[in-house]
């Protein structure tokens, strides 16, 4: 499987940008007062880039032989995913206030930007580790 690398890596960083661009997008609608921002349609679409992307990432788990919980980078990387999705699902649908939906909005989103600079770094830190040294 390893001979298709670089196809499962090109779908798994495709569907980050997609599932990023679609919940920045949903969350600025859900702030804005826009109720197609949790229409059906929308809502099953963020489902399947999601299982596409967890599927590309598991892929590529096993290709590389990586276990996630061994890797420190990928640790962080896991923890910051469960992060993002309480996060995010405070921020469109289970916050009581607009002011608090948009406090876990941007939240969420700081989470997502750590996440892929932490991905983008292979280091727990992202890139606060230059900092660090």
Same mark, same amino acid.
């Given at each position: 499987m390893i001979e298709f690398y670089l196809q499962i890596k090109a779908v798994h960083v495709a569907m980050v940008i997609s599932s990023g661009l679609l919940f920045a997008l949903r969350g600025a609608a859900v702030l804005a007062g826009a109720r197609w921002a949790m229409a059906a349609p929308l809502r099953y679409l963020s489902y399947s880039i999601d299982t596409v992307l967890l599927t590309a990432a598991m892929m590529l788990l096993t290709?590389?032989?990586?276990?996630? @919980? !061994? /890797?420190?980078?990928?640790?962080?990387? *896991? &923890? %910051? @995913? !469960? /992060?993002?999705?309480?996060?995010?699902? *405070? &921020? %469109?649908?289970?916050?009581?206030?607009?002011?608090?939906?948009?406090?876990?909005?941007?939240?969420?989103?700081?989470?997502?930007?750590?996440?892929?600079?932490?991905?983008?770094?292979?280091?727990?830190?992202?890139?606060?580790?230059?900092?660090?040294?």
């Open positions: 290709v590389l032989k990586l276990n996630p @919980l !061994l /890797v420190p980078w990928l640790s962080m990387k *896991l &923890a %910051l @995913l !469960l /992060v993002y999705v309480v996060l995010g699902s *405070l &921020a %469109l649908k289970r916050a009581r206030s607009r002011r608090a939906r948009a406090i876990y909005f941007v939240a969420a989103l700081a989470t997502f930007t750590f996440m892929y600079f932490v991905a983008r770094e292979h280091h727990p830190l992202g890139v606060l580790h230059r900092l660090a040294a």
